[in-house]
C-alpha cells in the first residue's frame, strides 16, 4: 500500500513523493486525511534545518501533526471504527522516511488509540485540535504541584497566541490582554483587547504568557511583572535566552516552561470545542491544493498575513 506525502529530502527541498506505508496490525486504523495544517513553529524549523536535535530527527523526513480524516480501516483491536472523523497528530508508518512528525500525506497508518475522535462538522477546523491543546496545557500545568495563574498577557497575536486567549475564557478567567505589533494582526479579538506594547502602561502582570518566540523578550516581560509573577514560555525557541539578573530579582519572578500537549489535553480541549465554550473559527486564513505544497509552505513561514495555511488532501492530484 502506498501513500503520497510531503516530503522534506533536506532543508529548504520539499517534494511530493509516493511512499510505501507500514501495513496495519490488529490495533492500527487507516485514515484518509482530508486535511492537514503547516506549523510555522516547529515545521518552519524542519523546513529551514535549524531544528535543535530530538530523537528520530533526520532527513528526509515526512513532517506535520495537525491531520484530520476519515478512517477506512480499522483494526480489531483498534478501539475505533470505520466511518470515524479523526484528528492524528502524525505518524511513523514510512518504512526508512522518518516521520517527524509525519502527518502530511494523503494516507496515514496509526495505532487507533492516538487518534481522537472529531465531531465531523468541525470539517477543517479540527486541524487547529493541537495548537488548541498546546494552549490548554501551558495555563492549566498539570506538572505543577499548585494551581497556575491564567495568562493576564499574553505575546503575540498570531494562531496559538488567539487560542490562548479563547482558552483562557472558555476556562472561566478573566479576559487577558494581547500584545501585537503589527497592526493587520492586530484585528479579530473575541472577548478580550488587543493592544500595542508601546501604548501599554501597566506593571503590574501577575502572568505573562509568551509565544513569540523571540529568544530577547525577557528583559522586555521582567518589568512589566507585579511581583511575584511569572513568565511562561509557551513558544519555541531555537537561542539561547538570557535576562538581566536584578530586575527580575527585585520582584522574585518565576520563570516556566511549558512542554508539549499529552493526551489528556486534546480530550480537554475536545470538550470544550464539543460544548461551544471554545470556538475554532476565523483562524484558518489559507488553504492550498497538495500540488502546490511548496508554495504553501513557503507563503505559510513568510507571509505576514497568513495564520494559518493547511493543505486540501481531497483535491490531490
Not at 486535511?35 to 513532517?63: A, C, D, K, N, Q
Not at 479579530?188 to 508601546?198: N, S
Not at 528583559?219 to 531555537?238: K, N, Q, S, W
Request: aromatic share 6%; proline share 7%.
Amino acid at each position: 500500500m502506498e501513500t503520497m506525502a510531503v516530503v522534506l529530502e533536506e532543508p529548504e527541498r520539499l517534494v511530493l513523493r509516493n511512499l510505501v506505508l507500514t501495513p496495519p496490525g490488529d490495533e492500527d486504523v487507516i485514515v484518509e486525511i482530508e486535511w492537514s495544517g503547516i506549523s510555522t513553529g516547529t515545521e518552519r524549523l524542519l523546513w529551514s534545518g535549524r531544528m535543535p536535535h530530538f530523537p528520530g530527527m533526520g532527513y528526509p523526513l515526512v513532517p506535520g501533526y495537525e491531520s484530520v480524516g476519515c478512517i477506512v480501516q480499522a483494526g480489531v483491536k483498534s478501539s475505533r471504527k470505520v466511518g470515524d472523523q479523526v484528528f492524528v497528530p502524525g505518524a511513523r508508518c514510512f518504512g526508512e522516511v522518518r516521520g517527524l512528525f509525519g502527518g502530511a500525506a494523503a494516507k496515514l497508518v496509526v495505532a487507533g488509540l492516538r487518534t481522537t475522535v472529531i465531531n465531523e462538522q468541525l470539517g477543517e477546523k479540527g486541524i487547529l485540535l493541537a495548537l488548541a491543546a498546546t494552549a490548554y496545557h501551558a495555563i492549566a500545568a498539570p506538572a505543577l504541584t499548585h494551581r497556575p495563574t491564567p495568562p493576564d498577557l499574553i505575546i503575540g497575536h498570531g494562531v496559538l497566541g488567539r487560542l490562548l486567549a479563547r482558552v483562557t475564557l472558555a476556562m472561566g478567567h478573566p479576559a487577558p490582554v494581547v500584545w501585537e505589533r503589527n497592526a493587520a494582526r492586530s484585528q479579530g479579538a473575541i472577548g478580550y483587547t488587543v493592544i500595542d506594547p508601546a501604548n501599554d502602561t501597566r506593571r503590574d502582570y501577575r502572568a505573562i504568557y509568551d509565544v513569540s518566540g523571540d529568544s530577547a523578550i525577557l528583559d522586555t516581560l521582567v518589568p512589566r511583572l507585579a511581583p511575584a509573577g511569572e513568565i511562561v514560555l509557551a513558544g519555541f525557541y531555537t537561542d539561547p535566552l538570557s535576562f538581566a539578573f536584578a530586575p527580575a530579582f527585585m520582584r522574585e519572578a518565576r520563570l516556566r516552561i511549558a512542554a508539549e500537549w499529552k493526551e489528556s489535553d486534546l480530550v480537554e480541549v475536545n470538550q470544550l470545542i464539543g460544548s461551544g465554550a471554545l470556538s475554532l473559527d476565523a483562524l484558518i486564513t489559507h488553504r492550498s491544493a497538495v500540488a502546490d505544497a511548496a508554495e504553501a509552505y513557503r507563503t505559510a513561514f513568510n507571509d505576514p498575513a497568513c495564520l494559518k495555511m493547511i493543505l486540501e488532501w481531497k483535491s490531490r492530484p
